[in-house]
């Protein structure tokens, strides 16, 4: 297997990853070229599929189509006008996509306001996940808050206890940084086996996005933050009134008070007009609709670091504080909804993402026989500290069985475990923080299932 | 002026760019910090209003309010059951921004088919533009074409002739890269003199994105490009079958075929299912609901390349092929839609975004007099390769007039030219590439209002 490098410049221009791209694409092996380049096009996609699996492998498995089998020139796209450039003044997707949205698990929670809609993972590409499709998180329903009303009060230990409006936020020095964004439960569903067959189920609670805002360094900076402050207190506006003890480290290190993502306003279900966020770290600490920031010496111990958001150990201890989101990654096609059924033999292309809420991704390695040989996939997007990394790597599918899957390091040197170390190391009540490793198993018909390998 | 160090390296961590943050406030004038930090926050907003603009100058003019005047505990929101988790599968804006979307100009063309809407730079944060708020340019209306009946046909001289489906697009190796895409008559209504008095209509035919696709290198490499081939004729859908002649060395270089946009599938208004991707280059050439590519020996000098889109010269020539994006840079806050009307007077805070078609921001500088005086502003977003950038300066605004403007330099040395130097090389009549120095003027009510400075 030919050395990858991996965790290249995340400034590398474009065209430098296509080089790198067309480079990987020599190293296929002879025979395979020597096979696909005798292998003529010019015939039809029936004789194709006739002929299909037959002979060598085939580079990405093509079939096209003879020019002579065009379709009739497209009359109805090309012949008449289309609709106005400006129907939709704020745009909505094709038509032809209303089939990826978030989506609920209905029996995973009593209602369907303390509840989650999940992340299509299976329908994206890149690292930025749209706004429309973020997965959700709350505790008592999505609040719409009016920005003009909207007050933010900062109290305890600071010089100076103020009330800021969102203009006052807005006149704030601001960032803007790609971070991926985390909930501490993503994959719980699977610490007992194989729990729904759906990528959107066992990963959907992550998203990765441009936020924009002000880091609360400048803010403390500015108002004055006391030398016995230890802890921050951020309590949301929800009838739920999630808040979290922060420990003031973080606060000072890339906390910020967000009130954009990608581009435009925080969406309501993101807490709108401003949200607490924590590059790297639980979802549930990064409050919505924020309230009030109190500061003080000791945490607050409250409802959701004690009773829940807490990690129960194998020997009955429960785990507090377990904040920032291991190295984690997942193959995202083939999954249980893009399988490959129908899907010629020959080179597919496999795509996953890797993410660490600790560092930068620096490595992602793919097997197809459930860990025992592994091979360096190739980075395909930006590679950011705290952000989700796209991979892909060339697999040759006979159309045998195969166990796929995906394991990363993070630039501490972590690598995610197995599902067997995993529980090891924490048991099976855990019920957050699982990174362990993800097998999709696929059949010879093409189905792809949801499996645990635990070794 | 404290040298300001920029063009970091864009992997930089949150945690860096915050003490890059801190450490630049730390600059501000000890006189301004002195008379900042004496100044207590105990008093009410109308209290703070009365004193407005009084004394020495303060840090981001705040008045923040006393806690003893926190409006009720917000009651409505924290009371009540919020909306449904998934109440939209597909997420939408908040209400209150229902004022954030694109617009047309009524005048500007004779139809709402063959026409454009800008993108509201003027809300925006960050650099990713969110999809609904992407430009939309069309010379013949938006298509709505089915995925499924969607073909390309790549002819002339290649090895193989195919016809490729969205299957096969998909099946190649991938690529996710952030953009700009600029239309080549940004800022166009402004060569002979002040235009529309608005920044979305001044720079609105800009957005920034990740794009997602297949690089064309990739797949000429596999069907084979004859070595006589030159020029690649693109063609879409479009009832206008718009078309543009593209040299060969630029679709090897970073040329895609792309399928995506900020994760998810191209909007029909950006050419779904397939568009021709062109890091840098004028948006006509990048086309959208592509048909097919020919590649051929010559260009074809089509009407986009003959009659339009070309420019006209003060001596009576037409400059053709004039492709790729110079840098260019805009003051985003304050600005005619974002003014200073009500504003405090003290420490504002100055963004705006930098690009160039030809490589990476390097520089941002920014005047308040008309370009007499310029200091440096910092990079507060990642700075990439034929990206916009984000900057912002601190400004301490006494209340007088002030002749805004910001002036950029790219990594090929190249600096934004004033209104006059761009006139006297191009004349009045281009129409296209009009990257000159914008200047907002600042009347001392807040009112701010687009001119000209030609010097």
Redesign the interface.
């Known amino acids: 297997m030919k050395e990858i490098k991996q965790n290249k ?3 590398s ?3 430098e ?2 080089q790198e ?2 480079r ?2 020599e190293e296929i092996p002879k025979e395979s070229r020597r096979n696909f380049l005798k292998r ?3 015939f039809s996609v029936t004789a194709a599929a006739a002929l299909g699996g037959v002979g060598a492998s085939k ?4 079939d ?4 002579k ?3 009739p ?2 009359p109805q ?21 209303k089939n ?5 698990v209905p029996w995973l929670t009593a209602d ?6 999940f992340t299509p993972w299976q ?12 997965f ?3 505790h ?8 003009l ?3 933010l ?1 900062i ?1 305890g230990l600071v010089d ?6 969102l203009e ?1 936020i807005k ?9 991926s964004f985390e909930c501490a439960a993503n994959n719980g569903m699977e610490w007992r086996g194989p729990g729904i067959n759906s990528l959107q189920a066992t990963h959907g609670m992550l998203a990765c ?4 805002g002000v ?1 609360l ?2 803010i403390l ?3 004055g933050l006391k030398p016995e402050a230890k802890w921050m207190f951020p309590e949301g ?3 739920a ?1 999630v808040g979290r003890s922060i420990p003031i480290e973080k606060v000072l ?2 906390a ?1 008070l967000v ?2 993502m ?8 993101q807490g ?2 401003v949200r607490l966020f924590l ?1 790297g770290w639980e979802g549930v600490l990064q409050i919505k ?1 924020l ?1 009030r920031l109190k500061f003080d010496t000791k945490s607050w111990m409250v409802r959701e670091e004690s009773t829940k958001y807490t990690m129960l150990e194998a020997d009955g201890h429960a785990l507090m504080y377990n904040w920032s989101m291991e190295a984690n990654s997942v193959i995202t096609y083939p999954c249980p909804e893009r399988d490959l059924k129908g899907v010629k033999k020959g080179m ?2 496999v ?1 996953g993402i890797a993410w660490s809420g600790k560092g ?1 991704i620096t490595h992602v390695d793919i097997s197809t026989d459930g860990g025992i040989n592994w091979k360096p996939a ?1 980075f ?7 952000a989700v990394t ?1 991979f ?1 790597a ?1 697999v040759e599918w006979d159309g045998k069985p195969m166990m796929l899957q995906s394991r990363t390091t993070d630039d501490t040197g972590y690598t995610q475990p197995t599902a067997g170390q995993l529980i090891a190391a924490r048991g099976k009540e855990a019920v957050y923080h699982r990174n362990a490793i993800q097998t999709w198993e696929v059949k010879s018909n093409g189905e792809v299932n949801d499996v645990q390998i635990y070794s």
């Open positions: 410049n995340s400034s221009s474009t065209t990853l296509v791209v067309a990987d694409l003529g096009f010019f580079l990405y498995a093509q096209h189509v003879d020019p089998n065009l379709p020139n497209n796209w090309g012949l008449k006008w289309g609709r106005d450039v400006n129907a939709n003044p704020y745009g909505v997707p094709s038509k032809y996509e990826v949205v978030r989506r609920m369907k306001k303390a509840s989650v809609s329908d994206l590409k890149g690292i930025i996940v749209p706004n429309g499709l973020h959700t998180r709350c008592g329903g999505v609040v719409d808050i009016n920005p009303e909207w007050r009060l109290h100076r206890e103020v009330v800021l409006t006052d006149r704030y020095p601001s960032i803007s940084v790609i971070h996005s441009e936020w924009t880091p360094k400048v900076d500015d108002i506006s929800d009838p009134g290190d890339d910020m009130y954009a990608n581009g435009e306003a925080l969406r309501p279900e709108y007009p590059p609709w309230k597919i292309m795509q930068t190739r395909t997007s930006l590679v950011l500290p705290k796209r892909e060339e």
